[in-house]
């Protein structure tokens, strides 16, 4: 069983950045693909990006793209979601997730996740 946390949270004004990482640990593999999502005070879970275990795939929501940046580093079984360019909607849990059987942008999708990390955009 693979395990995830997530790191980097925090308080930014509009307009900054933050950087959130996700380490997997466990029963980790090669193949995997990996995610983030999003959850909103009274909404749904939903996608904010994804890559494959080489990098060479990735794909993003549409609120996203331009302003968040998915990478991973395989030596050290880490996930990255550079955002910039943050705005008061972007507030949110950030889920870090992994093996994807089936579409991407389904929750139901991904069989692994992590506990979350609270991203809170405000002046």
């Known amino acids: 069983q693979v395990q995830l946390v997530e790191s980097g949270g925090g308080l930014v004004q509009p307009g900054g950045s933050l950087r959130l990482s996700c380490a997997a640990s466990g029963r980790t593999s090669s193949n995997i693909a990996m995610g983030w999502f999003r959850q909103a005070p009274g909404k749904e879970r939903e996608f904010v990006a994804g890559?494959?275990?080489?990098?060479?795939?990735?794909s993003y929501a549409d609120s996203v793209k331009g302003r968040f940046t998915i990478s991973r580093d395989n030596a050290k079984n880490t996930v990255y979601l550079q955002m910039n360019g943050l705005k008061c909607e972007d507030t949110a849990v950030y889920y870090c997730?992994?093996?994807?059987?089936?579409?991407?942008?389904?929750?139901?999708?991904?069989?692994?996740w992590g506990q979350g990390t609270l991203v809170t955009v405000s002046s």
């Open positions: 890559i494959t275990y080489t990098s060479i795939t990735t």
């Open positions: 997730a992994a093996e994807p059987r089936g579409s991407w942008k389904l929750r139901e999708s991904w069989g692994v």
